[in-house]
């Protein structure tokens, strides 16, 4: 569904990324989606978390609803939904990010182990570029947003959102002559769901 009244500011020149995702998220409902913005990554943000670790090469965030207080007497006001993606512009690609997927199911890290099982923890992948990056980035924050609205019949997790990413990567390398790399992408994605299945 259109929405003339989104903003999107991309300052990492990724026009036809960005299209590409603008195209897909056209199919949904955005009104209560604010602005998109893309930004390049700092310095400080490519650090790796930990000792030893891959930096970073996206970061992706999706802002829900706040309600703002202006006084006693005057009306709530409510921004609507926001995303914000940094992208590393340097040539370090391909790059290898890391970040929620599906593993083989465990306990929960919790002191009473009868809690349950899970299947999230850290996976790697590669992106070929920072289209793709930017491809995949977008795609996660949109994922939220999409989770959030009701849009899409899963939960707004990390792990979630990741696969969502490599759902639109894998499509947008497939349509940009990028064939091996989508597939290595696909036989992760396939892993997860085959993982995801035997937990169920």
Wanted: with cysteine; hydrophobic share 40%; charged share 20%.
């Amino acid at each position: 569904m259109h929405n003339s009244a989104l903003s999107v500011t991309d300052r990492t020149r990724a026009d036809p990324a960005v299209d590409y995702v603008l195209e897909r998220l056209a199919a949904f409902d955005t009104r209560l989606l604010e602005w998109i913005r893309i930004y390049p990554m700092t310095a400080n943000q490519h650090e790796p978390l930990l000792s030893g670790d891959c930096p970073p090469a996206t970061l992706s965030n999706c802002w829900l609803p706040r309600e703002r207080y202006a006084g006693p007497e005057l009306p709530q006001r409510r921004h609507m939904y926001r995303i914000k993606v940094n992208i590393w512009l340097d040539g370090d690609y391909p790059a290898t990010e890391r970040g929620w997927g599906r593993v083989p199911a465990r306990l929960l890290q919790q002191r009473n182990p009868a809690k349950g099982m899970t299947t999230r923890g850290v996976c790697e992948w590669r992106y070929p570029d920072r289209l793709c990056a930017t491809v995949h980035a977008l795609a996660r924050a949109i994922f939220e947003f999409l989770a959030d609205t009701r849009q899409v019949d899963q939960n707004p997790s990390k792990s979630n959102a990741t696969a969502w990413g490599h759902k639109w990567s894998i499509a947008w390398l497939k349509e940009n002559g990028q064939a091996a790399t989508a597939a290595a992408l696909s036989a992760q994605l396939v892993e997860w769901t085959l993982i995801q299945s035997k937990f169920m």
